[in-house]
């Protein structure tokens, strides 16, 4: 079966972001498929390669960019929640006239159209979030 | 046609899980999640709303989080059943759509 | 037709304190070109999204509240306000900005899109969807 | 030594207004700002709580809060004031401490 | 002393569900070394931060709970347990971690740190400070 | 009489950031001095300079950058929290090993004494938060 995963947190703040990483491991090992995991609100800053997590905590980020290399899970942010928040990629930050961007591997950046779509191709939808 | 809901926040903060259990049907899921999981707490305030419901709606909580929380599954109401992540797959592949109440 | 699915918003929360009302609506706006079957449902603090008479000069936040009149243009039109909600709080219909419509299939004559329902039409409403959209 | 106390959320949705009734002191003020100005509507299922404390503490909304959010200062329970950001400094200036309730 | 003020850090969220909980404990570890009059507060939901037998593994997220029995080290020993939240919640004392300090003015006499104390009296204790911080 | 800040949320997502700015400028048109803003948990995003919201809304970093310069202001960003979230300045980005930094004029990162010290040196301190 086809899951899509939304995902509306940021990193440490709620465990929005934790839940879905245990819960898409989970189902990938029960021998389901999770094409694409779409990040919006604040679940944008998941992908900030920036992220310095202390040593003995978890480093969300990284848990997500080895899931996408693994499995080859689609990890899209959306452009205008990302924009808001100050989440770019290097074709972002160009075109905003923008010195520096933060995206980490694994991740792209594309519109809110991905979740609409995620929602027409998948079987199920799953929202983590506050 | 059935749905799971999904209840991330603690009860006794946040009216989520009340609104939740004042829209399912009879034969949907809940699955408390998160801080969602002190709903499944026995002898609280909150206690009888949830089992009043343990009928008609099958309740769940995420083992996982109530072990994080020091919560016993022993100190759940009775009807409620503790499930890990594996059956949180299994309920979201068994109903035909979750609903989060975030 | 298998390709049309039942899309459904969930507005819980009021807008201006949290974004998630603003940016559930800019779901919508996107959505809309995906020629699905979408509704939005308003419950809980969701019904005061939908409050006539906001002005957000005085917060320095934008007021999107204009763009729910906009919907119609967008062949949004099922705007589901739970009565038990707006009771709740104290409000009424009158309470709401007036949304309307244009249906194509009845010579384009106005329609309001937002429909009082009742808690449990709710959650009949929800219970008939093949995706669920939470805010 | 009195207290401002300042509640932001609805408290239709999350508990911390009503949290914050249960602590306050006589003599003390609390100020509704964000989506907290809600808990100054009168006719609501919470007004009642709200009123019942109007006498023995000073209950304020934040004016340009009510306004972004479309309710008319008239629609307010007897003894909730609205004051504007000058207002709200003046409170904080005026009392001891200031205590959110977040 | 007039450069020693009141604390009070006010706990009223659960663990883990958010981030509030650890972070607010990361500040009370920090503010310790100011040598100011501190005191916690752990009313409704922030009850839950004190339970015993906490166990993250499960959910990969770090246990910091072991951190409040280190308290006592720092010279942090006002810890005020609401008894109404507490009971709202179907818990009882004996549901929190012990946490004890060693009173320097009492021949270093292990005591706990825990003091259960009415709505009430929580309410004194937050009337009685110079700042308050909440998480 | 001197007023500290403290806000907690993130830009956008919570009207926090916004109602404080509002609350500061209100409070120095009073003639009240407002020495400090500490920012924490995710009020540390407040701070990134990478952020591009939409033309017709309020630019909530730049209203606090132009509040740093207008009156000295001193905006604190507190290090801990900032690491967690992949806020960073350019010694921290060197310190971490990290290609970019994100941080804004007129903010500065340091640490949670900052916050304490606030405390004991303001009259008044007022937290906006969730």
């Known amino acids: 079966m086809k899951i899509g ?44 390669r920036l992220s310095v997590p202390p040593q003995d905590e978890r480093n969300i980020q990284q848990n997500w960019s080895g899931l ?5 899970t689609d990890l899209v942010v959306c452009i205008a929640a990302a924009q808001r928040r100050g989440l770019l990629d290097e074709n972002e930050a160009n075109r905003q006239g923008k010195d520096a961007n933060n995206i980490a591997d694994g991740f792209r950046i594309s519109g809110l159209g991905q979740l609409i779509e995620m929602g027409i191709q998948c079987d199920r939808l799953v929202t983590f979030g506050d | 046609m059935a749905t799971l809901h999904t209840v991330n926040k603690s009860p006794f903060a946040n009216q989520s899980l009340l609104s939740c259990l004042n829209h399912v049907k009879d034969g949907d899921s809940v699955l408390m999640i998160e801080d969602g999981v002190y709903g499944g707490l026995a002898g609280s305030g909150l206690s009888d709303a949830v089992a009043a419901k343990a009928g008609s709606v099958q309740v769940f909580v995420l083992q996982e989080d109530l072990e994080a929380r020091g919560i016993d599954a022993g100190r759940l109401i009775d009807g409620v059943t503790a499930v890990g992540y594996d059956g949180f797959v299994n309920l979201v592949a068994e109903t035909d759509r979750t609903q989060a109440w975030l | 037709m298998s390709d ?15 974004i998630y009302a603003l940016e559930s609506l800019e779901v919508v706006l996107i959505g809309a070109a995906f020629e699905q079957d979408v509704s939005l449902a308003f419950l809980d603090d969701g019904v005061f999204q939908l409050t006539k008479g906001q002005k957000t000069d005085g ?6 509240s204009p763009t729910f009149r906009a919907l119609g243009d967008y062949e949004v039109t099922k705007l589901y306000v739970e009565k038990e909600s707006l009771e709740e709080r104290g409000l009424t219909e009158d309470d709401l900005q007036e949304i309307m419509y244009e249906d194509e299939d009845d010579d384009w004559e106005e329609k309001p899109s937002i429909r009082i329902v009742s808690r449990a039409e709710m959650a009949d409403v929800m219970a008939d969807q093949d995706v669920v959209l939470s805010f």
Not at chain 1, 68 to 72: I, M, Q, S, W
Request: zero cysteines; charged letters at 20%.
């Open chain 3, 4 to 18: 049309v699915k039942k899309f459904l918003y969930v507005n819980r929360k009021a807008p201006y304190g949290t």
């Open chain 1, 68 to 72: 996408a290399k693994e499995h080859g």
């Open chain 3, 59 to 64: 917060i320095g936040v934008k007021n999107f």
């Open chain 1, 5 to 48: 995963v939304l995902i509306s947190e940021g990193p440490y703040t709620h465990q929005a972001a934790d839940t879905a990483f245990k819960f898409v491991t989970a189902a990938i090992a029960a021998g389901h498929e999770v094409p694409r995991v779409f990040f919006y609100h604040d679940g944008v800053n998941v992908a900030t």
